[in-house]
């Protein structure tokens, strides 16, 4: 949707074609972080911080409200080794813009009522945000659409061919669409929609559980809560590491678990049990809550974990915004603007290099 | 009955109107009305309001593939402590 958004902004002509309606794939499953500030500063870091400017100055303008939140988030520390990683973080970070601060265990406990007592301290991040993902992906098809973007709803993309001209045809079966330039961003689907044009793209799903609790008003958290440590095997079950917050409702959200390549989206009850328990470390209180429901999202993760961004080294036309895994709300607005200007101007800015889909599809 | 009075889904407080819209606006299955307008999220997960979302849709769009008719099931059935999903003996 980003990328449609760009290019109807550069004036060029826009057709979303989708299988379901603007919810139906990961971004209207997932949660709305935006994440800046990380273990591991980075490209995604850059990424990310491109584009909270990006949603900032939609935000702020003509895109009405998604409840663009700059709410921060907390990384807690468990061990002593942990918040020396972090001080020393916290010390290469100085004068580079992220606004990361050391709290000890007793300024957590003051801003976070109800954290264990047995934490190190928390690391806050203070550029985090969180957005509302309907109202933005809502807010995109409304912007699109005013500026002559077209939509195709609940229509499938079953074959595309070149013609002689140059031209893709894109078949649905409901409809057959013109045009020079295609751009798979079909999220998990990456991979199948690429193959119809005979390229391999490498994105496969990272399947993640989201644990969702009664509406605890009296537990609402401040700002997110995430973990210091990677996701790390737990006993049975997938690696899981913990994310909790607090949605709009009340409700809380507990996360999050890490699968492999598995593309099935059922609940596995070991998995389910090593995220709560994980999360129980860092707020015992959830033990007295109640969960409601349970579900899981499929992450398009690509090979190496960065997303894919720019021209097929094939396919001249055929463009690739896609295993975001992940961090795709974080990142894209700037991977859309990346790619429109690529589209429109044939510019490539230094940092789609790094993201090039020639790095697994060479000619 | 004024629709934005009539309460589809009393878990979440989602009027008739607010599900009307989401149709309106495109969505043509309920776990996109779902998605949009929070009815099927509550406490019941949709045992309540499921079929009347259903029914709206059917109403407003006409016949439904199963595939668009009915909420993904999530689990639990019903509302269950974290601390009883942790000490549920593994069957
Ligand atoms: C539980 C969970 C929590 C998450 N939380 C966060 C978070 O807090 N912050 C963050 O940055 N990221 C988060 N993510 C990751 C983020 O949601 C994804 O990276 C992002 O949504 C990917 O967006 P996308 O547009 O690439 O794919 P999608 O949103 O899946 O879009 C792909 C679209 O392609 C369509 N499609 C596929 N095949 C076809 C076809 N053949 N014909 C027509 N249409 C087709 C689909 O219907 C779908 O609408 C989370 C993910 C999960 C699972
Ligand atoms: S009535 Fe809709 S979720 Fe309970």
Known sequence: MCVAYYLVKAGLRTLNIDQGYITAGT????????????????????????????????????MGDFELERNGSYLL????????????????????????????????????PGVSAKLAGAVYCRDDCSLNPLLFLRA???????????????????????????????????????????????????????????????????????VVTEKVPHLRIPAKLRDWADASDSQEGEPVNTVIESTAAGNLLIGKSEAGTESSASVS?????????????????????????????LRPRSGDGLPIIGASAITAGLYYACGHGGDGVSSAPETGRLLSRRIAEGRSERIMREFAPARFIKP | ?????????????????????????????????????????????????????????????????????????RPPLSPIGVIDILNAKTS
Do not use: W
């Open chain 1, 77 to 112: 520390l468990e061990t002593e080794a942990q918040a020396e990683e972090a001080r020393q973080l916290i010390a290469r970070q100085e004068g580079r813009g992220l606004s990361l601060a050391y709290l000890s265990a007793g300024e957590l406990a003051e801003a976070v």
């Open chain 1, 140 to 210: 995109l098809r409304r912007r699109i659409q005013d500026h002559g973007g077209g939509f195709a709803f609940y229509e499938k993309v079953g074959k595309i061919q070149r013609t002689p001209s140059g031209l893709f045809c894109v078949y649905t079966g409901a409809g057959t669409y013109r045009s020079p330039v295609v751009v798979d961003c079909a999220g998990v689907q990456a991979r199948p929609i690429a193959s119809l044009l005979g390229e391999q793209v490498p994105v496969a799903p990272n399947k993640g559980h989201i």
């Open chain 1, 269 to 297: 009850l070991p998995t389910v049990r090593a995220i709560l328990d994980r999360a129980l470390r860092f707020l015992p209180c959830l033990r007295e809550v109640k969960v409601i429901r349970i579900y899981t999202g």
């Open chain 2, 1 to 73: 009955m004024d629709s934005d009075k009539l309460v589809v889904c009393r878990c979440e407080d989602v009027t008739l109107a607010e599900v009307l819209a989401a149709i309106r606006e495109g969505a043509r299955d309920v776990n996109s009305i779902k998605r949009l307008t929070r009815a099927g999220m509550g406490l019941c997960q949709g045992c309540i309001c499921e079929s009347l979302l259903e029914g709206i849709l059917r109403a407003e769009c006409g016949a439904l593939p199963a595939a668009k008719a009915f909420l993904t099931a």
């Open chain 1, 27 to 62: 971004s209207g499953a997932g949660n709305g972080n935006i994440i800046v500030g990380n273990r591991q500063p980075g490209l995604l870091a850059e990424l990310a911080r491109r584009s909270l400017l990006e949603y900032e100055r939609m935000g702020n303008g003509e």
